[in-house]
């Protein structure tokens, strides 16, 4: 059957709008200069940030591999209970994120401050303060809580699907626990996976409120650098634009590359 | 089919029309000046007999953009200025919020929103200038100018007065928590008190962060020497090892909730952290400091029809029991002479709030704004104070490795599917 074409109009008027044009003024901003000469000095310019660059990739890195860590074991879990409560537990997964992602983050804040509520309850005991607000771990944290159930979402949903009989039948053929997770579960779930790490992974790189709010200031991400040239004192969109092109470029990459590992363990089956 | 949708377009306009025209013209007969002040506890005897009915049932509407949390509005025990404007004029004010002035600036430069009024701070204001992006103020329109203080006419960042009406002002201080800190602070060298290391917050903006350096290092706070610049990145650089964070608005949470110990920030908004938590105290450091004045103006991309409206808006902002209002509920000092003689004497008297004339001319400094070139390298200085520098050739190698990983997973699937149609 064919399916109509007109209905796609809407959504490639959306993307139209929405997606390519605002696409072709960061480009268009990113190679000129204020005064509207096409120019390479803002990519060049780049080369100053490339640390911070670095660190905001390498800090989403860690958040998706520690979202990955605690999702996997989470969704699993969640796929084999009855149906039932498995919706109390999506539920409670989403529950969470009614609240604004800003207060959510907010309230990280009241709990890890110097005298919050982690360091009062400690104090009970005897032991701290600790400082457990403005550094990377922090930072990392709140990547990892807020970007949390876009990795189990996918990955339940995925292995939702997967036959307890397959399961049944490597533990019959005398399959461990390790081998059954590396040679049925994991192959299997590799599309919630790919999805699940692109979901975290993305916004993390590009966040800048987080690194603000737990980072104190002193973890700056090029989320930050770039929302500076747009609002902050250094108001420059040209290089604002070049910073976020050279982002998008690089996040490009690194999904591509990992897409082909995705499709390389697809082939077993 | 074409004829039915612009049947019903029709309609529909009709009907949203006709709904305006109820809203507005309901209550056509404007109620006597006394009896709408009264309404809202202003005294008519301190009001200006300025005519503010003679755009009544014109149905204009002013787009006011300002600060967050910088006029007395949605308080249930103050007046609300707006609503009271409104009652006053019948012009509808739209207002909306911003949080830097660079917001503003860019906001207006992109022509994404159309303001009649804004109030930018002083730098901001003498940069708008520059670029042709401020209306000249027709002020005859605004007669209640003759209420500010003599002091705040003609200021460095508007020298003929004519682009600008001051609206609120104050200066940088030193907030500290007397719990948590013995000595008596009076210089900014505090902030550099290995003493309170781990309890310092600092500003997160460049201009107000090298204003502090610039202070405490007797140079101008509008310098733009490359080496004076140089000598205080190095000073902010020191000051990083010990700081806490960099914060703007969130030093309300950590300063009130004693996370902090010492900080620089506005008097006024010191003021309000001192109301929320009585250990708090704030100083004005001996080296002298920073002295800001937002005003309110109007850009050029504004309705021009509109102009005098936004006049009246200004002038009304100026009449002083509005101007106490606004001056009681932002914490911020007011430069309209007769509401600050409505202040009580607690307030009038402290001279962090309003300093004696003599007082801002020896120890305090406007900020102008900067040349493009200086205002670039302070920019550069603190992103590179921010972001640490230390590994460069990281990203080079992270690139190279990207690359030959693609290029090794390229080769690895290509080699597999030769060994696999075998």
């Known amino acids: 059957m064919k399916t109509p074409r007109a209905l796609a109009i809407p959504y490639a008027v959306w993307v139209l709008i929405f997606t390519v044009v605002p696409l072709g003024l960061v480009v268009g901003f990113a190679f000129t200069n204020p005064d509207g000469n096409i120019t390479l000095e803002n990519i060049f310019a780049m080369s100053e940030y490339m640390s911070v660059l670095f660190r905001s990739i390498l800090f989403a890195i860690i958040a998706t591999v520690i979202c990955l860590l605690i999702a996997f074991p989470a969704a699993y879990i969640i796929s084999r209970v009855n149906a039932i409560n498995q919706s109390t537990f999506i539920v409670l997964l989403m529950v969470p994120m009614w609240i604004n992602f800003l207060l959510r983050t907010y309230a990280w804040m009241t709990l890890l401050e110097s005298n919050g509520l982690i360091n009062r309850l400690l104090g009970l005991i005897d032991l701290g303060p600790y400082s457990l607000i403005n550094n990377s771990g922090a930072v990392i944290l709140g990547m990892v809580y807020n970007y949390l159930p876009f990795m189990i979402l996918p990955l339940y949903s995925v292995m939702v699907k997967i036959d307890h009989s397959i399961i049944e039948a490597a533990q019959d053929l005398g399959s461990n626990k390790i081998r059954l997770v590396r040679k049925v579960l994991l192959p299997l779930s590799m599309p919630g996976i790919s999805t699940g790490v692109i979901a975290v992974f993305v916004p993390s790189v590009s966040t800048f409120i987080i690194s603000r709010m737990l980072g104190g200031g002193t973890n700056d991400l090029i989320g930050d650098i770039i929302e500076m040239q747009f609002s902050g004192n250094s108001y420059n969109p040209h290089l604002g634009s070049a910073m976020a092109l050279v982002l998008m470029i690089i996040v490009l990459f690194m999904m591509s590359l990992f897409n082909q590992f995705g499709s390389e363990e697809d082939v077993p089956l | ?422």
């Not at chain 2, 200086?374 to 990207?402: G, R």
Request: with cysteine; hydrophobic share 40%.
């Open chain 2, 1 to 422: 089919m074409k004829k039915i949708i612009s049947l019903v377009l029709a309609l529909a306009l009709v009907l949203s029309l006709a709904g305006c025209g109820q809203s507005a013209g309901s209550d056509e007969k404007r109620l006597p000046t006394e009896e709408i002040l009264e309404s809202f506890g202003l005294d008519p005897e301190l009001f200006s007999d300025y005519d503010y009915g003679r755009f009544y049932g014109q149905e204009i509407t002013l787009n006011v953009a300002n600060w967050g949390e910088y006029m007395s509005i949605n308080d249930d025990e103050m007046t609300d200025v707006n609503e009271a404007f409104e009652a006053l004029t019948g012009i509808e004010v739209n207002y909306k919020t911003y949080a830097s002035n660079e917001t503003l600036y860019s906001k207006l430069l992109s022509g994404g929103a159309t303001y009649d009024i804004v109030i930018p701070s002083d730098y901001m204001i003498s940069k708008m200038i520059k670029e042709g992006m401020l209306e000249k103020l027709n002020f005859e329109n605004i007669p209640n100018l003759a209420n500010i203080m003599p002091s705040f006419l003609n200021p460095q960042y508007d020298p003929d007065n004519e682009y600008s009406v001051p609206y609120l002002w104050g200066m940088v201080c030193i907030i500290y928590n007397t719990t948590m800190v013995d000595d008596e602070i009076t210089s900014w060298s505090s902030l550099w008190d290995p003493k309170y290391e781990g309890d310092i917050l600092m500003f997160n903006n460049p201009r107000d962060a090298f204003g502090i350096a610039q202070a405490y290092l007797g140079y101008s706070l509008n310098t733009e020497n490359h080496a004076e610049l140089d000598a205080c990145a190095s000073l902010l650089r020191e000051q990083k090892e010990i700081v806490q964070g960099y914060v703007m608005d969130e030093i309300f949470d950590k300063m009130e909730g004693g996370s902090a110990a010492i900080a620089p920030y506005y008097v006024g908004d010191a003021v309000t952290m001192c109301e929320d938590n009585p250990d708090l105290d704030f100083v004005i450091p001996e080296e002298g400091t920073n002295w800001f004045v937002d005003a309110i103006c109007i850009p050029t991309t504004a309705d021009h029809d509109n102009k005098e409206a936004a006049e009246m808006y200004i002038n009304f902002l100026c009449e002083p029991e509005i101007a106490l209002a606004n001056c009681d509920y932002v914490g911020y000092s007011t430069p309209v002479t007769q509401a600050y003689e409505l202040l009580d004497d607690d307030a009038k008297a402290d001279e962090r709030r309003y300093p004696s004339d003599d007082f801002l001319a020896e120890n305090t400094e406007v900020f102008v704004n900067m040349s493009d070139e200086a205002n670039a390298y302070m920019q550069e200085l603190w992103t590179q104070l921010k972001v640490d520098n230390s590994n460069v050739w990281f990203v080079p190698i992270f690139l190279v490795c990207l690359i030959a990983a693609t290029i090794a997973v390229n080769v690895y699937r290509a080699r597999k599917k030769r060994r696999d149609s075998f």
